[in-house]
């Protein structure tokens, strides 16, 4: 991470254009409320335009009049642009409406803001349930002893056997409220996660598209 690297990232990348934008807040709060926080992957723009109406209206109250004056469409525009790119604008094949989605450099700086703010609930107890099972797996894949791995399953059958028993006697083994949240707050930040993903395998995409049409369009170009 050298000087001149950091500085071409910090005017190029979306992703630090978004942090250091004079309406940030509106941008991100406006974004994580439709997209992130409701687990949404696409949204048409009549309804998109509806709700940031809705979301301008309520901070003029408290701001003024003069706070962000421009329509809906306005801004939305201008996030979905190349110069910001913090939305993609594209039209779905089923549908003659434009539709919006975030782009990964948006969700990045999202995801970084989110990290900042202290939460009030810690949970560490599946996470690292989670990694034992990895590992637990990762040695069992490559286990070439047979013994080795007969007397694992064999570990493993008495525990089943044990849970069986205890739930025949009426005693199964329930969560309590903590580890039911924990539970509960791993699920939910594993999907937003995995559609993140998503958004970056499509983004990939599309930049590869995007770099063989351009190389097909310069005069003696042709396909990798």
């Known amino acids: 991470m050298k000087y001149h690297d950091l500085a071409a990232l910090r005017q190029k990348h ?10 940030a807040p509106l941008i991100v709060g ?5 997209f992130i926080q409701p687990n949404v992957r696409t949204m048409a723009e009549p309804e998109i335009a509806s709700r940031l109406d809705d979301y301008l209206y309520s901070l003029r109250s408290e701001l003024g009049d003069g706070a962000f004056p421009r329509p809906a469409t306005h801004y939305l525009d201008a996030w979905a642009s190349d110069e910001h790119a913090w939305l993609r604008k594209y039209y779905p094949t089923d549908s003659d409406e434009p539709h919006f989605d975030l782009t990964p450099a948006t969700e990045r700086a999202i995801d970084w803001l989110v990290s900042l703010e202290q939460r009030r609930f810690v949970g560490t107890e599946s996470r690292l349930m ?4 990895l590992l637990r797996r990762l040695a069992e894949g490559t286990e070439t002893d047979p013994w080795a791995r007969v007397a694992e399953l064999e570990r493993r059958k008495a525990d089943i056997e044990v849970e069986i028993r205890r739930t025949r006697e009426g005693r199964p083994y329930l969560l309590d409220a903590t580890r039911i949240k924990e539970r509960y707050l791993q699920i939910a930040a594993t999907t937003r996660e995995l559609l993140s993903d998503f958004r970056e395998v499509e983004q990939n995409f599309r930049n590869l598209d995007r770099a063989v049409r351009e190389r097909w369009r310069r005069p003696g170009g042709s396909a990798p």
């Open 30 to 34: 406006f974004l994580f409320e439709t």
């Open 14 to 23: 979306p992703t630090w254009r978004l942090l250091v934008a004079d309406h």
């Open 130 to 133: 989670t990694i034992f099972e």
